[in-house]
């Protein structure tokens, strides 16, 4: 009797163990499904917002280069007429308006230096490189502006 009562016992001591790593396992499972889960959803939010900072900075980045373009067209029609001035000009006049004249032509070069790394793809050095074409740019309209 005392064996029957032993391995009855034991039994169901197995059965619950059985049964409690059972329920563990399939809890264990189930909170790695979801923490996979939450990792797969992380990793698209990741991909999402990199995708979003991308797109952020090609329309910064073509805003800027129309901008550029902008002042470059205004560059060249500064400079011609500055080209007629100088036909017109007398000689003292034509040495003013020279000077002018080449000070607006290296501006231009400058930008278009500028315009051209705007089409590099640069990801490094762009609040830099956007701050320091902001300042000539502001520099060149203020020229444009203040002297003629």
Same mark, same amino acid.
């Given at each position: 009797?005392?064996?029957?009562?032993?391995?009855?016992?034991?039994? %169901?001591?197995?059965?619950?163990? /059985? $049964?409690?790593?059972?329920? &563990?396992?399939?809890?264990?499972?189930?909170?790695?499904?979801?923490?996979?889960?939450?990792?797969?959803?992380?990793?698209?939010?990741?991909?999402?917002?990199?995708?979003? $900072? !991308?797109?952020?900075?090609? &329309?910064?980045?073509?805003?800027?280069?129309?901008?550029?373009? @902008?002042? !470059?067209? #205004?560059? *060249? @029609?500064? %400079?011609?007429?500055?080209?007629?001035? %100088?036909? @017109?000009?007398? #000689?003292?006049?034509?040495? =003013? /308006? +020279?000077?002018? =004249?080449?000070?607006?032509?290296? *501006?231009?070069?400058?930008?278009?230096?500028?315009?051209? =790394?705007?089409?590099?793809?640069?990801? #490094?050095? /762009?609040?830099?490189?956007?701050?320091?074409?902001?300042?000539?740019?502001?520099? +060149?309209?203020?020229?444009?502006? &203040?002297? *003629?």
């Amino acid at each position: 009797m005392k064996k029957r009562t032993f391995v009855f016992a034991l039994l %169901i001591a197995l059965g619950t163990m /059985w $049964v409690f790593l059972s329920t &563990t396992s399939c809890q264990n499972n189930q909170a790695a499904k979801e923490a996979q889960e939450d990792l797969d959803r992380a990793g698209e939010n990741i991909k999402d917002a990199a995708e979003d $900072v !991308g797109e952020a900075m090609r &329309t910064e980045r073509d805003e800027l280069a129309e901008n550029m373009r @902008q002042q !470059g067209r #205004e560059l *060249d @029609q500064a %400079i011609a007429e500055l080209d007629k001035k %100088i036909e @017109q000009a007398s #000689e003292k006049e034509k040495v =003013r /308006w +020279i000077e002018r =004249r080449n000070a607006l032509e290296q *501006d231009r070069q400058e930008l278009n230096k500028d315009l051209k =790394r705007v089409g590099e793809n640069i990801e #490094e050095g /762009w609040a830099d490189f956007k701050n320091s074409v902001a300042s000539r740019m502001e520099r +060149i309209a203020d020229d444009l502006k &203040t002297k *003629d």
